[in-house]
């Protein structure tokens, strides 16, 4: 989950999560899984390490080189076999490669601008196999008024334009908790059916083993440069 529309968002996950984990939207990236007990990582290019307090949880989001392990007891992705991945928008994110479809966050208080669009468009060629669909979140309270209506459809109409095989959800910041949650989950089943995951993750490690082998060897230069500069300096 990824998008333009960061206070939306945090309000959503919250949602989903069943508590306030975040009063204002992550520059880190979050995984949040199902687990029996709590317990929740932050990792950096330096360290791997536990974090026991709220505050220390607050502190590390705010960084976005850091990747949280976030695992704890959460009924809706136990239900509906999921793990979310919070995300902010920023360009070249190599976490999109370890999603299995992404669902992109819009303002639908406002008209869909250009540069709202053009972020999803970067994001499809970037990867362009990775299914992606939509959440309008809407902070009106009256989400049942003819200019809101009017305004959720034609923001449809203009991703279907872009994005046909997309499918939109609509997330109201003042709607009953529950109804929204039960609607989310019937909607993650149909964008999620259809898909030869296996085969799609497959290809995924291997982008990551890529990876993995262009850095360790990247470090190896540098451990041998660093050996023969010492060596010329002795």
Same mark, same amino acid.
């Not at 968002?9 to 899984?33: D, G, H, Q, R, W």
């Not at 990867?127 to 923001?155: G, W, Y």
């Not at 009953?176 to 089943?189: H, K, L, V, Y």
């Not at 060897?217 to 050996?227: D, G, I, T, W």
């Given at each position: 989950?990824?998008g333009?529309?960061?206070?939306?968002k945090?309000?959503?996950?919250?949602?989903?999560?069943?508590?306030e984990?975040?009063?204002?939207?992550?520059?880190?990236?979050?995984?949040? +899984?199902?687990a029996?007990?709590?317990?929740?990582?932050?990792?950096?290019?330096?360290?791997?390490?536990t974090?026991?307090?709220h505050?220390?949880?607050?502190e590390?989001?705010?960084d976005?080189?850091?990747?949280?392990?976030?695992?704890m007891p959460?009924?809706?992705?136990?239900?509906?076999?999921?793990?979310?991945?919070?995300?902010?928008?920023?360009?070249?994110?190599?976490?999109?490669?370890?999603?299995?479809s992404?669902?992109?966050?819009l303002?639908?208080?406002?008209?869909?601008?250009?540069?709202?669009?053009?972020?999803?468009?970067q994001? +499809?060629?970037?990867?362009?196999?990775?299914?992606?669909?939509?959440?309008?979140?809407?902070t009106?309270r009256?989400?049942?008024?003819?200019e809101?209506?009017?305004?959720?459809?034609?923001i449809?109409?203009?991703?279907?334009?872009y994005?046909p095989?997309a499918?939109?959800?609509?997330?109201?910041?003042?709607?009953?908790?529950?109804?929204?949650?039960?609607?989310f989950?019937?909607f993650?089943?149909?964008?999620?059916?259809?898909?030869?995951?296996?085969?799609?993750?497959?290809? +995924?490690?291997?982008?990551?083993?890529?990876?993995?082998?262009?850095?360790?060897?990247l470090k190896?230069?540098?451990?041998?440069?660093?050996?023969?500069?010492?060596?010329?300096?002795?």
């Amino acid at each position: 989950i990824t998008g333009t529309e960061t206070s939306g968002k945090a309000s959503f996950v919250n949602m989903l999560l069943a508590e306030e984990v975040s009063e204002e939207p992550a520059n880190a990236t979050i995984l949040y +899984k199902d687990a029996d007990n709590a317990k929740i990582h932050a990792i950096t290019n330096e360290e791997e390490r536990t974090i026991a307090e709220h505050n220390e949880f607050k502190e590390a989001t705010k960084d976005e080189q850091t990747f949280i392990s976030c695992k704890m007891p959460v009924p809706f992705l136990n239900e509906n076999k999921l793990t979310l991945i919070d995300t902010p928008q920023t360009d070249g994110n190599h976490y999109l490669y370890v999603a299995d479809s992404l669902l992109f966050v819009l303002n639908a208080d406002s008209n869909l601008t250009g540069n709202e669009l053009d972020m999803a468009v970067q994001i +499809k060629e970037q990867a362009p196999e990775l299914p992606i669909h939509f959440l309008l979140c809407n902070t009106d309270r009256n989400t049942d008024s003819q200019e809101v209506m009017e305004r959720t459809e034609k923001i449809i109409s203009r991703i279907d334009a872009y994005f046909p095989k997309a499918k939109a959800f609509t997330y109201s910041t003042y709607g009953e908790g529950n109804n929204q949650i039960n609607e989310f989950s019937a909607f993650t089943r149909s964008i999620m059916g259809g898909h030869s995951l296996e085969q799609e993750r497959a290809s +995924k490690i291997l982008y990551y083993i890529r990876k993995s082998i262009k850095y360790l060897l990247l470090k190896r230069e540098e451990v041998e440069n660093s050996l023969i500069d010492n060596i010329k300096w002795n």
